[in-house]
């Protein structure tokens, strides 16, 4: 039970810990990050940018988000093969050279007190 994949479980058995610390960096992809979205996220930022209806809806999922195709190998411990799950996330659409979330202004996020968890 020493290979990589245990290792890496157990790093992450218990979660990331973050705390913000309002700098902005997170909010930027430089085609490494995302910043993935729940329906409860996306609910939130509609209430708070007065969209109601669903036509609003989709004008803020094709301004704001995207599909995210992610995946990640896993082999079972003793296993001689492993798999490689394929799913698919939504999140933000980054824009500009650098990559930065639409609601980042002077390293600042515009929607912080409901931004995505």
């Known amino acids: 039970m020493t290979t990589s994949e245990i290792k890496l479980s157990k790093l992450l058995e218990n979660g990331i810990e973050f705390s ?17 979205l729940y329906q409860e996220d996306i609910e939130r930022l509609m209430k708070s940018l007065n ?8 004008k803020f999922a094709e301004k704001y988000l995207k ?3 992610d995946s990640f190998f896993w082999k079972e411990p003793g296993a001689e093969r492993g798999k490689t799950y394929r799913f698919k996330n939504v999140g933000f659409k980054f824009t500009g050279e650098d990559e930065y979330c ?6 600042r996020c515009t929607v912080h007190e409901v931004r995505p968890f």
């Open 20 to 36: 913000c610390q309002m700098c902005g960096e997170c909010c930027r992809g430089f085609n490494e990050g995302e910043v993935y």
């Open 51 to 58: 969209l109601t209806k669903k036509s609003d809806l989709k």
């Open 67 to 69: 599909v995210v195709n």
């Open 102 to 107: 639409q609601f980042l202004q002077e390293n």
